[in-house]
């Protein structure tokens, strides 16, 4: 089996290529500079040369606030990218697995978000990741659609580094305490991406580590595992100056892998022990 993992430099890109190689996989693992998504003459070319089985696609604009400045670039690689895809991947037969998010719910549930529920965007990055699940769903037949949340991994920038950061430079640091998510292990969500498309169980699906929590509660559980000597305060979004429309509650519950599988993913907290571990080994 040969796998096209694009956006490989990124965070999430570097963990699924690291995994999949340790499983023996043929991992052609490509950069932005090596392959734009955004570019349809390139991917085709190099999918065409390639003949992957499978694309996972890491490739995004993840930078919320970002988005909100650069609407172009946003829709270019968190839509148009996954369309060119879609549509290479349907004349080459390869399978198409996409990541998308959290964002392109509304956050008005108070109760965990399954595949089923109707999904409203709030902002310009949860509008181009839904436009990118619409594109790959009129065009490629045989897709998974990934959707995960608050991810974090030893590679690229995440709430975990930035924590820390905070904390070796500050006392005390100031976190919003009312929006509720769920951190995912980005080893834990190269795992499921592994099983299922094994599977051939095609269709969307919600892959995040089990439970919540907000951020607040978050950044705790990260400084006291890091056994930091620092003070995080809770505080109320309206307290920053963050003029992005942002989902109160994301909560995904990975309800078709709890219908169709024994896939089942570990709690939030229980990764990030993990994590903190594999962090330590690395003496950063």
Not at 35 to 50: A, R, S
Not at 172 to 198: F, H
């Amino acid at each position: 089996m040969k796998i096209l993992v694009t956006g490989a430099g990124g965070q999430l890109g570097t963990e699924v290529c690291t995994y999949l190689r340790s499983l023996k996989y043929m991992v052609v693992g490509a950069t932005r500079r090596e392959l734009d998504i955004t570019k349809f003459k390139k991917v085709h070319t190099f999918i065409m040369q390639e003949k992957p089985d499978y694309v996972i696609n890491c490739a995004a604009l993840t930078d919320v606030a970002g988005c909100e400045k650069k609407i172009r670039d946003a829709y270019l690689i968190n839509a148009v990218g996954p369309q060119n895809l879609a549509s290479v991947c349907m004349d080459s037969n390869a399978v198409l697995v996409h990541i998308s998010s959290d964002y392109v719910f509304d956050g008005k549930k108070s109760t965990p978000y399954l595949e089923f529920d109707h999904v409203n965007p709030l902002s310009i990055y949860g509008k181009s990741k839904l436009a990118g699940e619409q594109m790959i769903q009129v065009l490629c037949p045989r897709h998974y659609i990934i959707r995960t949340s608050w991810l974090y991994g030893l590679d690229g920038k995440n709430f975990v580094k930035k924590v820390l950061d905070l904390a070796r430079e500050n006392k005390e640091i100031r976190i919003v305490n009312d929006q509720r998510g769920t951190p995912t292990y980005t080893k834990d969500l190269a795992a499921v991406l592994e099983y299922l498309i094994n599977t051939g169980a095609y269709g969307t699906y919600h892959v995040s580590n089990s439970g919540e929590c907000t951020w607040y509660e978050f950044a705790s559980k990260i400084v006291e595992l890091f056994q930091l000597e620092t003070t995080v305060k809770p505080i109320s979004s309206s307290e920053l100056d963050d003029y992005v429309k942002r989902p109160v509650y994301s909560v995904l519950r990975n309800y078709l892998l709890e219908l169709t599988g024994d896939k089942i993913m570990r709690p939030w907290f229980e990764a990030l022990q993990d994590y903190v571990g594999e962090w330590k080994k690395l003496d950063r």
